[in-house]
Structures are given as structure tokens and as C-alpha cells.
């Protein structure tokens, strides 16, 4: 299989010099050692490189054993992980790359992810999919299925991915325990260069059961 010749691959490259010269971590030990000595001042320093819909008030509020971060903060992984890319000088940059078991491959830029998640995250929200609601991703290795992990978090929905090698049985234990409102999956997975047919699965495991979708 081209993926397993893939990683299969034991060479180390050495980051040429002027690349570890504009990287975020030159010092580590010099890092940690402030992380350690000032960690209210050294994580805040971290989190204004990200992107927030309201900064937060305070970074940290701790007392033994209870501890809250960046308190009156709001933000979305999905701003940080695709926005800030997409509206940026990064928009055409690659985002991600795909490999298929026959050595196909697809590719996505920072513009495009974000156009599939957001018509995604529609969908999940015409399906009555809201914030802290629980959605099972039972897919293949492919795009679709980290646009549905995106497509989740972006509207505030809890996502449990359950590996599409879990039979029927696995499946719908997982389901219930988890209170899902959605199952998202996908028709065909291929393992090991057959077809799995994971549409059957899931409709023997939902069989009965009280989802929306």
C-alpha cells in the first residue's frame, strides 16, 4: 500500500538554521523555566497570539484542587484553526492533504476547509444539531470526516468519533452512552483495499433507538 511505504520511512531531517530561528519555541528549557516562575503572565502571552471573540478577564483562577483558565474569555477552535487562515494572507496556503489507501490524493486550502465546514455546520444546524448536543462521527479516514469534527465544534456541538472498525453492537453502545442526538457516517469505508459497507452498520445499530438523524 503507497500509505504504509508512507510510514514506513526512518530518516531524520535536522530544521535548517533559519527556520529554527523564526520558530515559536527557540529555548525550551529558558520557556519552561518561565512557564514555571510566572504562569499566569507566560500562558497569556500565549493565548493573545490567538484569536478571541471577547479577551478574557483574568488568565487563571486557581484554588486547590479547582482551577478556571482565561476567565470571561470567549473563543472557537475553529476561528484559530481555520478563520484566522481563511481571512488572512494563508487563505490559498494548504490546509490539509489527503491520501488515499491507492495513493489518490485530495487537497484543501485554508478557504476551501473553511467553506466546506461552514455549509457543514449549516446542515448540522437544519438538522436541529445545537450547542452541547453529542454527535457520533463514524466515518473512513477521509476530509469529510475532520470537516465533520470542524463542522461540530464550530457550532458548539459535543463530536465522539467512534473508530469505523467497531461493529454493530460496539456502535450502538457508544451511541447511547454518549446520548447522541446524530449519527454522521459514511456509506463505504476502505480497509486494507476492500469496501466496508458502514451504512449497514450504523442502520442495524440506530435500529430503535430515539436519534434525530
Known amino acids: ?10 530518516e531524520q531531517f535536522s530544521a535548517p538554521p533559519q ?3 523564526r520558530a515559536n519555541l527557540r529555548d525550551f528549557d529558558a520557556e519552561y523555566a518561565r512557564s514555571v516562575d510566572d504562569p499566569a503572565a507566560f500562558w497569556g502571552e500565549w ?8 479577551p478574557w478577564d483574568t488568565v487563571m483562577e486557581w484554588e486547590y484542587p479547582n482551577h478556571r483558565w482565561f476567565v470571561g474569555g470567549e473563543t472557537n477552535i475553529t476561528l484559530n484553526a481555520l ?3 481563511a481571512d488572512g494572507p494563508n487563505r490559498n496556503r494548504l490546509a490539509l492533504i489527503w491520501i488515499a489507501e491507492d495513493g489518490s490524493e485530495r487537497k484543501l486550502t485554508y478557504f476551501e476547509l473553511r467553506r466546506m465546514v461552514a455549509k457543514f455546520a449549516t446542515g448540522l444546524k437544519s438538522l436541529g444539531v445545537e450547542k452541547g448536543d453529542t ?3 463514524y466515518m473512513p479516514l477521509t476530509i469529510e ?4 469534527m470542524l463542522a461540530c465544534a464550530r457550532i458548539g456541538a459535543i463530536h465522539s468519533v467512534v473508530y469505523a472498525g467497531m461493529g454493530v453492537g460496539a456502535l450502538r453502545d457508544r451511541i447511547l452512552d454518549a446520548g447522541a442526538k446524530v449519527v454522521i457516517a459514511g456509506n463505504i469505508g476502505m480497509r486494507r483495499g476492500k469496501a466496508v ?3 449497514s452498520i ?5 435500529e430503535d433507538l430515539s436519534l434525530r438523524h
Do not use: S
Open 135 to 137: 454527535v457520533i462521527i
Open 202 to 206: 450504523v442502520d442495524q445499530a440506530v
Open 47 to 54: 493565548a493573545a497570539r490567538y484569536a478571541w471573540f471577547k
Open 19 to 21: 527556520l529554527i530561528e
Open 197 to 199: 459497507d458502514l451504512k
Open 145 to 148: 470526516g475532520v470537516v465533520a
Open 83 to 85: 478563520d484566522r487562515h
Open 1 to 10: 500500500m503507497h500509505l504504509e511505504q508512507i510510514l514506513q520511512h526512518e
